[in-house]
């Protein structure tokens, strides 16, 4: 392996693929680690242990990333020295792909949970504070000029519960 002014890893043996591969796989993996357990956490509700280790993923995905690069930078020699490698590479990524589209999906879906929990809410309050005059919703005039504003109030949550 030698490195070019480029500061791309240029691939001029069998020892340096077998060592890229070997890189990103373990990138992969402990990526994969990570997500796992983010998914865990956040499935089970546990919102704050899931996201705590943004900073590590941050970082593995940036390495895992740049060893994709590589390894598309030196894809000719890596098919040249490690055809085998390639074959577990390939096999590898379209694992991983899966279990980024299922953390995708946990996210995601937390998210709209979260986003439908603060909007509940908000209506619910809201829907206590306006009067109903013969079983209409009915609000008082603003001396402001704004509808709701004299009895809009801000919105709070209790983190204890």
């Given at each position: 392996m030698q490195h070019s002014d480029?500061?791309?890893?240029?691939?001029?043996?069998?020892t340096g693929a077998a060592a890229l591969v070997a890189q990103v796989l373990a990138t992969m993996t402990a990526l994969e680690a990570v997500l796992d357990a983010e998914s865990g956490f956040v499935r089970q509700?546990?919102?704050r242990e899931g996201l705590k280790d943004s900073e590590r993923k941050a970082s593995l995905m940036g390495a895992y990333l740049q060893g994709?690069?590589?390894a598309k930078a030196n894809a000719?020699?890596?098919?040249r020295f490690a055809p085998d490698a390639i074959e577990s590479l390939k096999a590898a990524h379209k694992r991983f792909a899966g279990i980024v589209e299922t953390n995708q999906m946990v996210l995601a879906t937390a998210r709209s949970v979260a986003?439908?929990?603060?909007?509940?809410?908000?209506d619910d309050m809201s829907r206590?504070?306006?009067?109903?005059?013969?079983?209409?919703?009915?609000t008082a005039p603003s001396p402001y000029g704004r509808p709701g504003?004299?009895?809009?109030?801000?919105?709070?949550?209790s983190r204890s519960l």
């Open positions: 480029s500061k791309t890893l240029r691939i001029t043996d069998r509700g546990r919102l994709l690069e590589t000719i020699a890596l098919a986003e439908n929990l603060v909007k509940t809410l908000a206590a504070r306006v009067p109903t005059v013969y079983g209409m919703p009915s504003a004299a009895g809009s109030q801000p919105l709070i949550l």
